[in-house]
């Protein structure tokens, strides 16, 4: 196809390779990209066209890491370009743009953002070298791409963060991005001994002496009958996470006035060991609400110990969004079928399908249609919630 003058031949070669590419699988895409792209050039504008709609039509079928091996391919054609552009050569920029541009499309999912992001600045980051001019707006929106990426998981509640006791920064740039690392950096060093997250410490710098003593008096202030507000309480829980009996008894305090669950912005503000703990909690208790339903002559006060109320629930469901949903779907659910609890089986589909569906994975969604599937023999289960 490379040598070829006649437009109507290289159309032909061009849709017999993907052919054997799309259809036959006898042919590795990636071998072909990378043919394609060596050997194509603008002397033969029409070969260059019609080699890259080949690698636009068939790099679907190649993995992330070739994907990102095709950009390198791509990057050293558009590198070699002169800079001054004959008219006759605009057409291959064209072209040339509209499959990096794909390539980088996060919709189409061919690579993820942060390997491009790293190849590009491997590739452009000395101070003499610059990508060429028909690639910078594009490498420019990767790059403004990456910050709003980095901002959904490098903080929560970005808005509402406020800078660090003797770490604010004037120009007031405390949360860009490192331009390098796409992460946010804070000069300086911070203005106390870092110390193991979650640990109140007995004689604190001054700088954090305030917010100690904050932490100290809310704690001391607790009681049932006045219960924390949720921000309150996901500060004790993140303070205490680590401290045994303290830890057990704000969860325990959580279980039993859990009239109004933590929200999922709350929950959002929670440190991983916090949250993995209280799911742990919430989870061992709704199965032991389910065991103690079939002992109808159990006191009631062991059952108000065991209730499990709607607050609880949608606690638990905001809580699934982190910790994923394997434990509650190979030990919750078959527990609470184990004993035939239908009310509160009802109750966790519902949580299901009403509260967290939309934000499961497509893989957790389908174990949980096989595990209903699996049950729905012995009782009827609205199953077409899950589907979707």
Known sequence: MISQT?????????????????????????????????EISTNNLMTWKQGLTLIHNIIGAVDYKGCRDVMKLLLDKFDAFPRSIPEKLMPAIYSGRKILNYILDRNASLMPSYMAHDEIQRRYSPPETHPHWALKDIIASLKGGMEVVAGLVSGNMLPNLVPVIGCSNTAGNAWKLDQDKTCFSLPGRLPYSQVEPGVVIADPPVAIQHHVEFIRNQF?????????????????????????????????????????????????????????????????????????????????????????????????????????????????????????????????????????????????????????????????IPTQLFIG
């Open 220 to 380: 001391s202030s607790l009681s049932p009958e006045t219960p924390p507000t949720p921000l309150i309480m996901v500060i004790l829980l993140n303070s205490f996470h680590t401290t045994g009996d303290t830890y057990t008894m704000l969860l325990s305090m959580i279980l039993n006035t859990s009239e109004h669950p933590l929200s999922q912005d709350c929950i959002n503000l929670m440190v991983l060991h916090a949250k993995t703990r209280l799911g742990e909690k919430i989870r061992v208790q709704l199965m032991r609400a389910a065991e103690s339903s079939k002992h109808q002559q159990q006191v009631q006060q062991e059952n108000n110990k065991n209730m499990i109320t709607a607050g609880l629930l949608e606690t638990y469901s905001h809580l699934l969004l982190w910790l994923g949903t394997k434990l509650f779907q190979s030990q919750v659910i078959p527990m609470v079928f184990k004993v035939q609890e239908w009310s509160m089986l009802q109750n966790l589909l519902e949580l299901i399908s009403n509260r967290i569906h939309s934000q499961l994975q497509i893989s957790s969604r389908f174990n949980i249609l096989i595990l209903l599937h699996s049950i729905a023999g012995v009782c009827i």
């Open 6 to 38: 006649n437009p109507h031949c290289v159309e032909l070669l061009s849709d017999t390779m993907e052919t054997l590419v799309n259809r036959t699988s006898l042919i590795p895409a990636r071998a072909v990209c990378e043919v394609v792209l060596s």
